[in-house]
């Protein structure tokens, strides 16, 4: 297997997500099954729907030569699986009927992804001609509309590598998923065959309603709206005689009232749509399916008590997903999709080829790239307006963890540099919704929209991030009028940290670190200073400082500008021991937990270890992977420093040293078993030899997640430990191998983890990307070039584009979108001067002052432009 590409046993756990955001996906396995049938409102892994799937096959002069399901060899146990309650199904009865594996398929598949876009090669020496299967959703940055659309795009293409003419026939089969309740029906309107699956039986306003349609733009085609209704395994075998009769497939019809009965298989109606074509010797055509979908009507699913407290509230448990909003149904959004093709096509392959024609190293763009497809899975919903709202990941049939949750969402980036409105609007739900009246910020946004705040304990690490990320949302926008919307709400959350009613005595005094009682990410709380969430504090009074004084209120940025420089300066002093930060804690002193117990919380109950004399769940002198994730933080949005840089790298080097472990074969993890055997990683927390590890340590320090891993591996490549960084990014995605797991699939609680989208950083951080959409200022500082050139792919608010420079000069691209500008740094080296500036080959009136290029007016750089500096 090379980056990439998947054959074999490697393609074994392959799903890539096709799908909206916030529209739920389909699968596509690595053998060219259709998988994980998502789209319902829920999770759903591990599902099939019905005998949807493609097949192909080749005439010649009305003579049958092959045809086969478009499937390769099948993966996973032959025996069966665990779980399935149905007559004939589970262990011991084989692999499910519904998995094609005993169809005729092609002998060899390979597969080929790169994030948006998915190719199967197949081949048989039965079969004539070549063929192959591209799938994807637009993903077209800054659009989240046209990316936002419900539907799993699939092109077919086939050549004819014989002497004579042949006939050639796709199939596309869907299943109905709504069983006896629901009808098929195909329709033409002169420009599209769409097979349309329904259901009149079910209230349009109920969760379950809703409908599917398969269509394709092919002038030429036949179908079935039923295959035939029998017992026993009757549809199938007589779905497959008429396939492999020449020809054209004759329809079979059944009316509405004339419902399904099952036949105790558990089976439903099957419908199939065919295109149908001649090719030359030697020609090549493709055939242009989309399945859409359109179950419009969400709600909270995952509270028992949700109906009560929603009504109690006066808001219904109901809403209709954005994407509702915009195609009344499957039928409106396939053929948006059809005559949208070619544009949604070049829109996502001109972000795709930017995207991977970055002179990064491939396997840094895998990561980038695959961690997306959580945009696209069913961790993400996008609310009535337009909100995004994220789970932290997925179960099975439920999502895990909900609410947007703010210390796990503080590590994703992806969204906000590619899609950064919806990420402002996560923002600002946060903001309208979460925050008490004394500022404290509840960190899990309750749904319905509008329902109160938890009354569980703010997060510190969650609280100041989201002060940081607005500062990062304002400056990738520019949009000033949007953060003074939000600056009371934030403000309020800044000065929770000294005000008397923070129950958990944060920083009474004003002095810049955090003391008191600190719930975060790992879902306990540290007691003492700390590094990890005394640096989130740091960073967001840095940035509140600079926030501040864009609002007008000068005096409280100075306030905050003194907290910062005194937290500072006690954490430079008091947090580093020499080789890393940590925490400064007594854990045998009982009397640190006594002052923080109430009668609704008693918290010496749940933290002190009476057999041991030591409060639980502290990191003491461990090595934390995330000591120093708020100047990770202020590295990617250009606040500065944070923590001293000397200490800083120092620090980043000891994580490597003792929580990089190259095997895990020889390590013990009580937790969750991201890695194993072989396989390496960075764990949560280490203990170095010779220093005190608490009897019970802070939760999952033996665990490799990723999301934390991608921080730190980033953070180490910002500070020059080029080595250990890059260590860490191949140890990461070597796990994700398509064998042992999904490479579009990181898991951590559950699937299609949100954290993971970190991963987005290695962009910003190989780039050195700078920005300021508030003054209209980007800049590039690479950390490495090869061969003399650096390329890399940019993405702001208004526009995204490419920048590369070589010794001579440089070049700034528009791609999409427009970019305002009004200065431009570069990195030059060696005592190189700016010698001149041209938009599309017009010069340009500028100043320069060392690596900086600043222009007489402001340029207004359109989608097609390029910017070239000579140096």
Known sequence: MSRFD?????????????GGIGTGCIGLAGNGRLIDWEIFNKPNKGSVNGFSHFAVKAERAGQLLDARVLNGELTGSYTGLFGRPWFFEGYGWGPLRESLGGMPHFEQHSFKGEY????????????????????????????????????????????????TPLDYTVVGVLGNVFRSQGFN???????????????????????????????????????????????????????????????????????????????????????NLAAHLTLAPGETRCVRFVITWNFPNNRNYWQHDVDERAKAAGIPNAWKNYYATQWENSRVSAHYALQEWDRLYGATKLFKDSLFGSTLPLVAIDAISATMSVLKSPTILRLQDGTLYGWEGVGETEGCCYGSCTHVWNYAQTQAFLFPRLERSMRTANYRY??????????????????????????????????????????????????????????????????????????????????????????????????????????????????????????????????????????DDHLFNGEYYGQVVDIKDYSLLEKFDREDDRTTEMYWSAEHGEIKYQIGEGVEIDMLIGQWHANLYGLGEIFDPEQTKTALAATFRYNFKSTMRNEYNPWRLFSLNDEGGLVICAWPEGRIKPMIPVPYSQETMTGFEWAAAIHMLQAGLID????????????????????????????????????????????????????????????????????????????????????????????????????????????????????????????????????????????????????
């Open 185 to 271: 029906e195909v329709s033409h309107d002169g420009q599209y065959h769409m097979l349309h699956i329904g259901t009149s039986d079910i209230a349009t306003d109920a969760f379950e309603y809703g409908d599917l349609t398969l269509a394709t733009d092919a002038p030429d085609c036949s179908y079935q709206e039923y295959w035939y209704r029998g017992t026993w395994t009757d549809a199938l075998e007589i779905y497959w005689r008429d396939l492999m009769k020449p020809g054209k497939f004759q329809n079979r019809h059944y009316p509405r009232e004339k419902r399904f009965v099952s036949s105790g298989w558990h089976e439903r109606d099957n419908a």
């Open 434 to 571: 979460n925050v008490d009246p004394d500022g404290g910020s509840h960190f899990r946004i309750q749904l319905p929209i509008g329902l109160k705040y938890s009354n569980f304990r703010p997060c510190a690490d969650g609280q100041f991030g989201d002060v940081m990320k607005t500062y990062r949302d304002w400056k990738i926008s520019g949009d000033t009028e949007w953060l003074r919307s939000l600056w009371p709400t934030i403000k309020k959350t800044i000065e929770f940290a000294w005000s008397d009613k923070n129950r958990d005595l944060w920083d009474p005094e004003k002095t810049g670190v955090l003391w008191g009682r600190q719930h975060h990410t790992l879902d306990m709380e540290l007691f003492g200073p700390n590094a990890w969430l005394t640096g989130f504090y740091l960073g967001a009074l840095k940035a509140a400082a600079e926030m501040a004084e864009a609002l007008d209120e000068p005096k409280f940025a100075q306030e905050l500008r003194s907290i910062f420089a005194r937290g500072k300066i006690w954490a």
């Open 116 to 163: 948006p876009f998915a190719e199967i090669t197949f081949s048989d020496h039965n079969f004539p001609g070549n063929i192959s299967l591209i799938a994807f959703n637009p993903f077209i940055p800054t659009n989240e509309d046209d990316s936002g659309l419900p539907a799993a795009f699939f092109e077919i293409s086939l050549t004819n590598t014989t002497e």
């Open 724 to 871: 250990e960084g890059m260590q860490c990014v191949e140890a990461i995605r070597n796990r994700y191998d398509g064998e042992k797991r999904n490479p579009w699939n990181e898991i951590e609680c559950g699937s299609n983890y949100a954290r993971a989208m970190a991963s987005f950083g290695l962009l910003n951080a190989f780039s050195g990307f700078q920005f300021d959409m508030v003054s209209g200022v980007i800049g590039f500082a690479p950390i490495r070039m090869e061969a003399g050139e650096f390329r890399v792919f940019w993405s702001l608010d208004s526009a995204w584009g490419e920048f590369s420079t070589r010794e001579s000069y440089s070049v700034l691209k528009v791609l999409y979108g427009e970019l305002r500008l009004t200065e431009l740094q570069l990195p030059l080296t060696n005592g190189q001067q700016i010698q001149s500036a041209a938009l599309n080959d017009e010069t340009i009136t500028h100043s320069a002052n060392d690596n900086t290029v600043r222009f007489a007016k402001a340029l207004s750089v359109k989608a097609g432009s390029t910017l070239t500096i000579q140096h």
């Open 6 to 18: 998947y054959t074999d046993a490697h393609t074994a756990e392959i799903s890539f997500p096709i």
